[in-house]
């Protein structure tokens, strides 16, 4: 088989055409938000605001209603948590995202136990049904992309200003608070946009994975953002090449590709360094012997 059928294959079903696009437009939503998440670091926020929607996701199964509209309940649940901790208590942040991460993880298994196909419910709000993203599915998908598309657009100004200096985004007047819980909408829509592509547990390999790989790349904020769009366009694109030739499971493959590449590239960067260093230290040496 030649290169090219290889790459073609896996796109020849219509199913599989659908899966590429959910996977694309949850690249191109959690790169959006990713950025900020990384510049700010955020990460184990998000990774905490995964978990959170899987109650809402497991009460939808199990009482048969949209899980987009239970995965937004419970986002908002999420967050009104972290602020009633916030304010009544003098525990730090970590601490009750810590709590929450498990709390609301805990939650959602329990009311998926309830289930008749309690495995096979659990494992499709986890690890994502790719295979079976409905067209339905990429519209609503759509309408997220465009939403936290205008909010990113709308807000990169503000959201500059707060990941760098929080104290001169408000003396500037660009009200942090704000802008924050307006970060927190659109980690929320990413989470909720993509869940259905790759699942609850590996959205986040598509949310920190590529932007983290933008960071050892670029220096600038516009380019850290369009070469995170660019690499987990491609994380998806590969994810599912590889997940169709050797059989695995769609939206882990996609996600584990896009960790992989930050590894990858790291790895690349610290070898060049010590070649460089190498080189450098080697100069002085010859320039002594002649």
Same mark, same amino acid.
């Given at each position: 088989m030649d290169l090219y059928n290889w790459l073609v294959e896996p796109f020849q079903a219509g199913f599989q055409i659908r899966a590429l696009l959910g996977g694309l437009l949850a690249a191109l939503m +959690? +790169?959006?938000? %990713?950025?900020? !998440?990384? !510049?700010?670091? &955020? #990460?184990?926020? %998000?990774?905490?605001? =995964?978990?959170?929607? =899987?109650?809402g996701i497991a009460a939808a199964v199990l009482f048969d209603f949209s899980p987009f509209l239970g995965a937004g309940l419970?986002? !908002?649940? &999420? =967050?009104?948590? @972290?602020?009633?901790?916030?304010r009544t208590t003098t525990l730090k942040e970590d601490t009750a995202i810590g709590l929450l991460f498990v709390g609301m993880m805990a939650l959602g298994v329990v009311l998926i136990s309830r289930a008749d196909s309690f495995q096979g419910s659990l494992t499709a709000i986890l690890f994502g049904d790719a295979l079976g993203v409905t067209w339905g599915d990429i519209r609503t998908q759509v309408m997220f992309v465009i939403g936290v598309g205008l909010l990113s657009l709308l807000?990169?100004?503000?959201?500059?200003? @707060? #990941?760098?200096s929080p104290d001169k985004a408000h003396a500037l007047g &660009?009200?942090?608070?704000?802008t924050h819980w307006l970060l927190l909408l659109m980690i929320a829509a990413a989470v909720i946009g993509s869940f259905q592509a790759v699942g609850t547990l590996l959205v986040l390999g598509l949310l920190i994975g590529p932007?983290?790989?933008?960071?050892?790349?670029?220096?600038?904020? *516009?380019? &850290?953002? #369009?070469? #995170?769009? =660019?690499?987990g366009v491609v994380s998806v694109t590969v994810g599912l090449i590889l997940s169709y030739h050797l059989g695995t499971a769609a939206g882990a493959s996609m996600a584990l590709v896009a960790i992989v590449g930050f590894f990858l590239v790291l790895t690349i960067?610290?070898?060049?360094?010590t070649?460089?260093?190498?080189?450098? +230290?080697?100069? *002085?040496?010859?320039? %002594?012997? +002649?």
């Open positions: +959690s +790169s959006f938000v %990713g950025v900020w !998440l990384v !510049l700010r670091g &955020m #990460s184990f926020f %998000g990774d905490a605001f =995964v978990h959170g929607v =899987v109650p419970a986002a !908002l649940v &999420m =967050v009104s948590l @972290l602020e009633l901790i916030h807000l990169y100004r503000p959201l500059m200003a @707060l #990941s760098f &660009m009200r942090p608070q704000l932007a983290a790989t933008a960071a050892l790349l670029t220096r600038t904020v *516009p380019h &850290m953002i #369009s070469a #995170s769009l =660019v690499i960067q610290e070898v060049t360094k070649l460089r260093r190498r080189q450098r +230290s080697a100069i *002085p040496a010859e320039q %002594g012997v +002649s």
